[in-house]
């Protein structure tokens, strides 16, 4: 830690979310710059769609980075939010610098995603073991952004409905029990 913090957790704690929130920090930021690559070079089907929502992604992307920053401020800590830290730091692979075409930006993306809501939801599951509920908060609110983010991806890869669904009942398979709710 670098900085006093009067917030009421151990300082061993505290470290530590601070060293997970750096991580974090590492991966927002390497995400946002993997984004703006897919944004400045795609081309193909759906360009303009694909181009717009990329960039949206991309400012989600930042702003996640300066919530990771701010929290780990909170608890004292000095957020290392440098390209050059960013680059070191993050758990992300480097993106595809193959990559043009629309689909393979968005196999790419998807990729990147679920890797950093898995890192978000580690996170979670740690900060909860810390019994650290505020860092919880804001990684779960943070992850359910990222994957509705990850959501609409996906959809771009997944056209058409499957077999078997019905449209216009819920989307349930037509053998489905219809006292069970679904996942819509």
């Known amino acids: 830690m670098n900085f006093p913090s009067h917030v009421n957790v151990a300082s061993e704690k505290r ?8 991580t974090l920090l590492a991966d927002s930021i390497d995400l946002h710059w993997q984004i703006k690559q897919a944004h400045w070079n795609i081309r193909g089907t759906h360009f ?5 929502l990329f960039d ?7 702003k996640q980075a300066d919530e990771f920053a701010e929290r780990a401020g909170t608890l004292g800590g000095y957020a290392e939010g440098t390209i050059r830290l960013a680059a ?19 196999k790419a993306l998807v990729d990147r995603f679920a890797r950093y809501a898995a ?13 650290e509920p505020i860092t919880v908060d804001l990684l779960t609110q943070v992850l359910g952004d990222v994957e ?9 890869l997944n056209g058409g409905a499957r077999p078997g669904m019905r449209p216009g009942k819920g989307g349930r398979d ?10 819509a």
């Open 119 to 131: 890192s978000i939801r580690g996170g979670i599951q740690r900060c909860d073991e810390l019994e």
């Open 15 to 22: 470290e530590e979310i601070i060293d997970l929130l750096n």
């Open 174 to 183: 037509a053998g489905a029990d219809p006292s069970r709710p679904t996942n």
């Open 148 to 156: 509705l983010d990850m959501w609409f991806l996906e959809s771009h």
């Open 56 to 62: 949206d992604l991309a400012k989600h992307a930042r």
């Open 88 to 106: 070191k730091n993050s758990e992300l692979p480097e993106y595809d610098l193959k990559a043009v075409e629309s689909e393979d930006h968005l």
């Open 48 to 52: 303009y769609s694909r181009h717009l």
